[in-house]
């Protein structure tokens, strides 16, 4: 439980040490990404290992907002999310992956 937000869980209950770890490291690497929403001055000590300095920015992909810091939680220390967020993560990575890229653009603007 986090002193400031008492209403929060505790990292170390949600510990998964059995989460497969490429879908681990799918979430992470998603988690890692996104669009800065809010940033905060000064940052927070992992409430786990007390190393990692997580810094104050928060991240969106128009449907979750998270807090820079928790791609550290799921990686370093196995923190496993909901399954609906999970998946959302792991299915918004395919589409990127999958994506065509339209490079035809950048050529045309480059030839001018």
Known sequence: MSEERPELPDPQALVDSRWDADEREDV??????????RACMGFSACRICGLS????????????????GLAHYVSEHSVRLPPDIVAHARQRLQEIESAIVDESW???ATSM
């Open 28 to 37: 992470a690497s998603y988690l890692s990404h996104g669009t800065v929403t």
């Open 53 to 68: 300095r997580n810094e104050g920015l928060e991240f969106t992909d128009g449907v979750f907002l998270w807090p820079q």
């Open 106 to 108: 950048w050529c045309e």
